[in-house]
């Protein structure tokens, strides 16, 4: 197909930020929308949606504009609109998209020509795009993460020009607000407090895919939790990559305890936020999470590595001894808090010295859960350039060491659970078993039960009966 190329991305210009470069906010006029909903009417729509909760978010916006203008969501990619929303964090993350492109392409040149749209972090990064564009020719749009809010305008002109539309801006980006959305689930909502990251860590893609940290105004994100309160809806989790930096780009004088405060003040049953970044978090923060009871006792909080050489090298800001000093403050002050974390294995020229500090951290902290990952180097990224020695063998020797050591925390704080109650949201029937219902404890451990169907969306009490290593089994307690 031809292609109409809008604009490239530009990993340079993704990553600039100017000195006090001020949040720019941009309100949308849904009736801009109205002139394509002749053309989306009735037609089907299926998104598949890769990587974390911002990329979740992003699938529920598109959802909500593309119901707004008549469209319905089908069930597979035989719908006749194909959304891929993808993630570049990792390489395995680009792989799944890979092989899902490989699925359309069998499905439209054999079944139908679907209208096939490709979006999210993947398609941010130069060299990664002009291989999808040249191996899928077939692609009718491909957006970047700033172009959420343009989507249908960009599905519909490709549709009617029969042209590969590319329109990936690389930018700082905006606050985009008054889009409306279509929510994944009837009684927990992500709610966004803040866009992009300024970290920086030396080997994360994010800050380049997502642009400049932005926080939304208090007022906006007041109003949409005031909506899913008085919509029934029993959980809220505010979403940024780095939540304890909320407020910061604004000035207007808030930051995050003020807004977990307001947010916890609206009266919504359980209310979580990630990720936390240690960096940011502050006594305010926790004293306020030790004093309202529907801030859940569960802290996600990304530690990386335990070796302070490789925490700088990661450009991380903080060491081993501040991040377990901050360990110890939460935990004196918000009881049963259960902590989950983020790490890395086998970072460039990570020593056995290294690998052990981080073994040595995990052991004292002692974490109630935890995301492992073999670092895979990021075209663009200042970790890609660092010279690397250590095989791909010995990080995978230690990666399984790590997650035995995990294993051992996780497990015992699951032990120490039997015999308790703990209140559950009921999430609906469980995945593995379909006579047993599954729900989250309020610090965020997975427990399977049975009981009926009219329990799903409630707050109930369960008593712990089992423990295994990921997930728990108990029973409802009457009444
Ligand atoms: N903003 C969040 C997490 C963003 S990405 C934070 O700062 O914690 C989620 C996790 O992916 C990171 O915490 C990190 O552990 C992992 N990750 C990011 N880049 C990676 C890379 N290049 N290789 C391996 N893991 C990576
Ligand atoms: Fe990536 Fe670091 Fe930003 Fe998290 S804080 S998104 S790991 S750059
Ligand atoms: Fe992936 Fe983008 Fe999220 S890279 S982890 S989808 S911000």
Redesign the pocket.
């Known amino acids: 197909m031809k292609k109409n190329i809008i604009n490239t991305p530009d990993l340079t210009k993704a990553g600039q930020r100017k000195k006090n470069d001020v949040t720019t906010f941009d309100y949308v006029d849904l009736k801009d929308h109205d002139y394509y909903k002749d053309f989306f009417k009735g037609k089907t729509f299926f998104i598949r949606t890769y990587g974390c909760q911002a990329n979740i978010r992003d699938e529920e916006t598109m959802k909500g504009l593309l119901v707004e203008a008549g469209a319905i969501e089908g069930n597979d990619e035989t719908s006749d609109i194909v959304i891929i929303n993808t993630c570049a ?1 990792r390489e395995n993350a680009e792989e799944k998209a890979d092989g899902e492109l490989g699925n359309l392409k069998n499905i439209y040149y054999t079944k139908k020509k679907i209208i096939t749209v490709l979006c999210g972090c993947m398609v941010e990064e130069p060299l990664v795009l002009d291989h999808i564009l040249e191996k899928f020719p077939f692609l009718s749009v491909v957006f970047g993460t700033h172009e959420i809010k343009n989507c249908l305008e960009l599905i519909y002109m490709a549709a009617t020009s029969n042209e590969t539309i590319v329109a990936v801006n690389s930018k700082p980006g905006e606050v985009i607000e008054g889009l409306p959305v279509h929510r994944n689930n009837r009684f927990k909502a992500y709610v966004n407090i803040m866009f992009g ?5 030396t ?5 380049y895919t ?1 642009g400049k940290e932005r926080s939304r105004k208090m007022e906006d994100i007041l109003k949409e939790c005031e909506e899913l309160v008085s919509s029934g809806y029993q959980e809220i989790e505010l979403l940024g ?2 939540v304890n930096a909320y407020g910061q780009d604004l000035k207007l004088g808030y930051d995050f305890s003020d807004l977990l405060e307001a947010v916890a003040k609206t009266g919504i049953p359980r209310l979580r936020f990630t ?1 936390s ?1 240690p960096w940011n978090f502050n006594e305010r923060m926790i004293d306020i999470i030790a004093h309202y009871d529907n801030i859940m006792n569960w802290i996600h909080l ?1 530690v ?1 590595s335990g070796s302070d050489a490789i925490l700088e090298r990661m ?2 800001r903080y060491t081993k001894q501040e991040y377990l000093d901050l360990v110890k403050k939460m935990r004196e002050k918000i009881p049963g808090l259960a902590l989950s974390t ?1 790490i890395i294995v086998g970072f460039p020229n990570e020593s056995d010295e290294d690998f052990k500090e981080t073994l040595d951290l995990v052991d004292q902290v002692q974490y109630d859960s935890a995301f492992t990952f073999i670092y895979s180097p990021r075209k663009g990224t200042p970790a890609a350039k660092m010279p690397d020695s250590i095989s791909a063998e010995e990080k995978s020797t230690r990666f399984k060491e790590l997650v035995a050591h995990l294993e051992k925390s996780i497990s015992a704080s699951s032990e120490r659970m039997i015999g308790h109650t703990y209140k559950v949201l009921v999430d609906g029937v469980s995945k593995n078993n379909k006579e047993y219902l599954s729900g989250y404890t309020e610090s965020n451990k997975l427990v399977h039960f049975k009981g009926g169907l009219d329990l799903i969306g409630k707050i109930i009490e369960v008593k712990i009966l089992e423990s295994h290593t990921y997930s728990l089994i108990g029973e409802v307690v009457d009444g």
């Open positions: 964090v990251c300024d970290k920086f860590c080997y994360c893609i994010v800050p997502r990559q780095n990720t970044h990304p990386q450009g991380r983020d």
